[in-house]
């Protein structure tokens, strides 16, 4: 059974840094591909990034280009997203999610394996 356990969430000031990692256990990760989403309160999860897990290639939401980087650490199987310039506007909670079929896609119904969330707060 795929599990995925998001940590690093907490309270950032704007501008600031935040890194959040979404450890796998359960699966064979190698042809996965892994992704943020996001939910702010009232809103519709919001994709944000995306890895494969094989290749490396990556694929983001228009909101975050620029400002926020995914990647993975195939030893640990664990994938990150550094986020950097943080805005009010990105304050919530993010998880990590993973596709067994191995393309990357911005949808969330794509994605069958769901983290628990963590909550990210950017004060002004």
């Known amino acids: 059974q795929v599990q995925l356990v998001e940590a690093g969430g907490g309270l950032v000031q704007a501008g600031g840094s935040r890194r959040l990692s979404c450890a796998g256990s359960?699966?064979?990760?190698?042809?996965?591909?892994m992704a943020w989403f996001r939910q702010a309160p009232g809103k519709e999860r919001e994709f944000v990034a995306a890895?494969?897990?094989?290749?490396?290639?990556?694929y983001y939401g228009d909101s975050v280009k620029g400002r926020f980087t995914i990647s993975r650490d195939n030893a640990k199987y664990t994938v990150y997203l550094q986020m950097n310039s943080l805005k009010p506007e990105d304050t919530a909670v993010y998880y990590c999610?993973?596709?067994?079929?191995?393309?990357?896609?911005?949808?969330?119904?794509?994605?069958?394996?769901w983290g628990q969330g963590t909550q990210v707060t950017v004060s002004s």
């Open positions: 999610a993973a596709n067994s079929r191995a393309a990357i896609s911005s949808a969330a119904r794509e994605y069958g394996y």
């Open positions: 359960g699966g064979t990760f190698s042809s996965y591909t």
């Open positions: 890895i494969s897990w094989s290749h490396g290639s990556t």
